[in-house]
């Protein structure tokens, strides 16, 4: 019989060989769902993990991984403070949009005026409006008790719907000949967030490095950082140490807005250019994944964010290029978190066989 | 004269340090409601943990309808018919009644036969409980139905209560009991473990009472006034306080008409609590659980904020303040939980002396933690209290009770203290780090420290403190010097008849 045993304390080995170990796994699995597809699954696999970065088109995809990778760990890096803290922020999405529609509606106030301020003031507008969206679930969990997986969820839908009327009404371009979509902000100097188009440097690759940096020191050194952790593991203990467990839901609330807003900011100023109806792709919820991916660690986040960037963009190549349905991608990158929280098990548990006589 | 249904003879179980039951014998008869009674630590749960089949007595024998009964497991007790309700209940949240009943089963019949026997079952006993409910929505009281209900569906000739009332409403106490009486009267014989004295003067028709381990009388609760049960419970021959009384010394802490709702459904609101504490004394404060110590430990700690001017500092009012600004001035706590309130299980020493430490032991600059400091302390700690670990690196859940205990007192008696307030300092430590946790109080008192002691263990309280109340139903009885205190009037006072002391003298 297999018995799982709870270790004494967590495995440190384990808690660094879980996401190798579940990458592997996905890497096998996902070659087993290929071959089953009819694709050759070796050539597949290598299509998604290494053609991004090694093959022959590899200058055109490096960037892609910055453009792609930025907000996933700016927004990750984000919500991954609210979950070790037991806060649930499932709208993120919705975060992402408000932030890059009041950043956005900042840049076009000031169209076609050029001045260095006016980038500035965006991501200051950015922030603002994610952090706000994200303190409404904040507010009524801490005033009425309410579910904030619930509400910030719901949030999102109301965030799409503001965006849809923006797009196409109150920001529309007004020499856009009636086509919904504001103007291009990309391409209007002093609000766009690119730096090197090139390369696939915007400002949200420089806000995501910081933020890594930030969380790290937080975390590990802050005594803000303790009380996250404390509040996450032991309530009672942290109500114990002096932490005020509402206040901790609205500044954890307030970070993962205000982070997830910004990356809306730098996305709609860059890579998207534009407020447009189909402006979210996801980014919000594939956070999510990232942030557990990296164990909630900054560091982990930062290399999950890489690699589920890498799966965005093999994805693409392995859909144009073998013909593989893009459910298929999805699904791979959904197996990732299955194993990973699989594997988690080993972290805190040691697998036993035999009877397990001993109790 | 009948065959008795249990008859237990020399049973005798030790563990290292600790002898938890020496020479224990009596007899249990069919449909007799037997008490156990003593106080904490005294060997009821070692007791009735091998009748259950959990614990293997080192010597002596059990007889079961006059057959030797050695169980090696509870599936065997149960099998024999022998079944027990655990203090703390077995069950899962997210399922429902009939489910939870169904995974104790050896060979579980379908649902729907579970949930008619169900609904039989307690309409049979008076226990309402719908089988469809999910386990999550009952309240403690339901859940305790649940236990029960499983242990009668398996026809148990003995069932063994630990402390059930602990988690009831009266209202539910009055249900559990016409329940038990009914089972009784049908032959049922129940093994009834608590402390609570009128409960067992209510429902018992015999008691067996354990003082360290050894039966040291019988009784007939009916009979027997709850004065001479505490007597029994508690021995006569009372430790003499080791201190000598002492003058007066400066008020340090005062409480004036403390007053709390209570913060949960099963918790005790705080009712006029008034006490001035001196600087240097011991302030032992007695009572059974539940009756508001969590409570009172919480409104010093500042988890719980009172009404201005309720609790006083050397004169100040610091009712408004939170954990830390106490800690900063000096008030500290210990409560009695370890794991998750004390301390955080997964977290090493080294987090958890951060925990409470930060502010007096400057652990942290403009927020950021010194971790070389941390660790230094939390060394320092470990060395001083003798917790045995391998190091400071490990966490709070991989040490045992007694050795994490040390830890925590250790962390707060190492901060320098002008008030510490600790509750069960010494619940579930072996006899060895009991004595060196009580030595270091007092250690503490002797340099100006007032410390105040939340203790169910009488023996404690009255080793170490110079004063003495006792905690009723949420009211703090008036102090009395412990020295010269009898075990009468401890027993009044812990049964809350100060109430009507008072009332003679107004009269």
């Not at chain 1, 927004?75 to 009041?102: P, T």
């Not at chain 1, 093999?314 to 459910?327: K, M, T, Y």
């Not at chain 2, 988690?167 to 014989?189: H, M, Y």
């Not at chain 2, 997964?346 to 971790?371: C, H, P, Q, Y």
Request: proline share 5%; net charge negative; aromatic share 6%.
């Amino acid at each position: 019989m297999l018995m799982l045993e709870k270790r004494p304390q967590p495995s440190k080995a384990w808690t660094l060989a879980a996401p190798l170990l579940a990458v592997v796994l996905t890497m096998i699995c996902g070659g087993l769902l290929f071959a089953a597809l009819g694709k050759a699954p070796i050539e597949t696999i290598r299509t998604i993990f290494f053609d991004p970065l090694f093959s022959e088109f590899a200058w055109f995809y490096r960037p892609q991984l910055l453009i792609k990778g930025a907000p996933l760990a700016l927004i990750a890096i984000g919500l991954s403070f609210g979950f070790r803290a037991g806060i649930w922020n499932i709208g993120a999405e919705g975060q992402y949009i408000v932030g890059a529609i009041c950043g956005a509606a900042v840049g076009l106030a000031f169209y076609p005026t050029e001045s260095f301020l006016i980038f500035p003031l965006m991501v200051i507008a950015g922030v603002l409006g994610g952090t706000l969206w994200a303190l409404i679930p904040g507010i009524l969990k801490v005033k009425f008790d309410t579910n904030e997986i619930l509400v910030s969820l719901m949030l999102v839908y109301v965030a799409e719907q503001l965006l849809a009327s923006m797009a196409l009404g109150a920001l529309r371009n007004p020499d856009g000949m009636g086509f919904p979509g504001s103007r291009n902000l990309a391409k209007y100097d002093s609000a766009s967030s690119w730096i090197s188009e090139n390369a696939g440097m915007h400002w949200g690759v420089v806000a995501a490095m910081i933020a890594v940096i930030f969380a790290y020191v937080t975390l590990s050194r802050h005594q803000f950082g303790f009380n996250v952790r404390l509040a996450g593991q032991s309530p009672r203990a942290a109500r114990f140490a002096g932490v005020n467990p509402k206040l901790l839901v609205l500044v954890c609330m307030g970070i993962s807005g205000g982070l997830a807003g910004a990356a809306g900011l730098f996305e709609v100023a860059g890579p998207a250019g534009q407020i447009s109806i189909d402006f979210n792709v996801g980014y919000g919820f594939t956070a999510i994944i990232v942030a557990f991916l990296g164990r909630l660690h900054p560091i982990g986040i930062l290399l999950a964010a890489g690699l589920m960037a890498l799966t965005y963009i093999g994805g693409e190549i392995a859909q144009s290029n073998l013909g593989l349905p893009g459910a298929a991608i999805q699904l791979m990158q959904g197996m990732l978190l299955f194993f990973l929280l699989m594997v988690d098990v080993l972290t805190n548990y040691r697998l036993r066989f035999g009877k397990g006589a001993t109790i | 004269m009948t065959q008795p249904l249990l008859a237990l003879s020399g049973l005798t179980k030790a563990y290292p340090g600790v002898v938890a039951n020496k020479d224990v014998s009596f007899d249990i008869m069919p449909g007799e409601v037997h008490a156990l009674l003593g106080e904490n630590g005294a060997g009821k749960s070692t007791l009735v943990k091998t009748i259950y089949g959990l614990v293997k007595p080192d010597s002596g024998t059990m007889m079961l309808n006059g057959t030797p009964f050695t169980p090696a497991e509870p599936r065997a007790a149960r099998a024999s018919g022998v079944a027990m309700v655990f203090q703390h209940f077995s069950l899962f949240d997210a399922m429902n009644v009939a489910e939870n009943i169904a995974l104790g089963m050896e060979n579980p019949p379908p649902q729907r036969e579970i949930a008619a026997q169900v609904r039989a079952v307690s309409d049979q006993y008076g226990l309402p409980l719908d089988p469809t409910r999910i386990v999550g929505e009952l309240s403690a009281g339901e859940r305790q139905r649940v236990e029960i209900i499983r242990c009668l569906l398996q026809d148990p000739k003995l069932l063994i209560m630990d402390e059930p009332t602990s988690v009831l409403t009266p209202q539910e106490v009055e249900i559990l009991f016409k329940t038990l009486r009914k089972l009784s009267a049908e032959g049922t014989a129940i093994l009834y473990i608590s402390h609570k004295l009128e409960e067992i003067r209510a429902l018992c028709e015999n008691a067996t009472v354990l003082r360290l381990g050894e039966v040291v009388g019988t009784c007939d609760p009916r009979a027997t006034s709850a004065r001479d049960m505490a007597e029994l419970m508690v021995g006569t021959a009372l430790h003499v306080p080791e201190r000598a009384a002492r003058p007066a010394g400066e008020t340090v802490l005062a409480l004036n008409g403390l007053s709390a709702k209570a913060p949960h459904q099963f918790g005790t609101a705080l009712r006029d609590i008034t006490i001035d504490v001196q600087k240097g004394e011991v302030l032992g404060i007695g009572g059974v659980a539940g009756n508001g110590q969590d409570e009172l430990v919480a409104a010093l700690s500042g988890e719980i904020r009172t009404a201005t001017g309720m609790v006083r500092f050397e004169g100040e009012s610091i009712s408004h303040l939170g954990p830390n600004q106490r800690r900063e001035i000096g008030l500290l706590t210990a409560p009695e939980e370890r794991m998750g309130h004390a301390a955080a299980p997964d977290m090493s020493l080294i987090e958890n002396a951060v925990l409470t430490a930060t502010t007096r032991k400057e652990l942290s600059n403009k927020g950021f933690l010194n971790w070389r400091k941390a660790r230094s302390f939390a060394e320092d700690v470990i060395t001083t209290f003798d917790v045995r670990t391998p190091g400071a690196n490990n966490a709070a859940r991989s040490l045992s009770g007694g050795n994490l205990q040390k830890f925590v007192i250790g962390r707060e008696i190492m901060q320098d203290p002008a008030v510490l307030v600790v509750n069960q300092p010494t619940w579930g430590v072996d006899a060895s780090a009991a004595a060196a946790i009580r030595q270091a109080l007092l250690d503490l008192a002797a340099k100006g420290t007032a410390v105040i002691c939340i203790s169910q263990d009488l023996d404690e309280l009255m080793e170490i403190s110079d004063r003495f109340a006792a905690l009723n139903e949420g009211r703090l009885s008036d102090p009395r010097p412990a020295q010269g205190l009898t075990v009468e009037e401890i027993g009044l006072m812990l049964g809350g008849a100060h109430d009507m002391e008072v009332s003679h003298v107004d009269a």
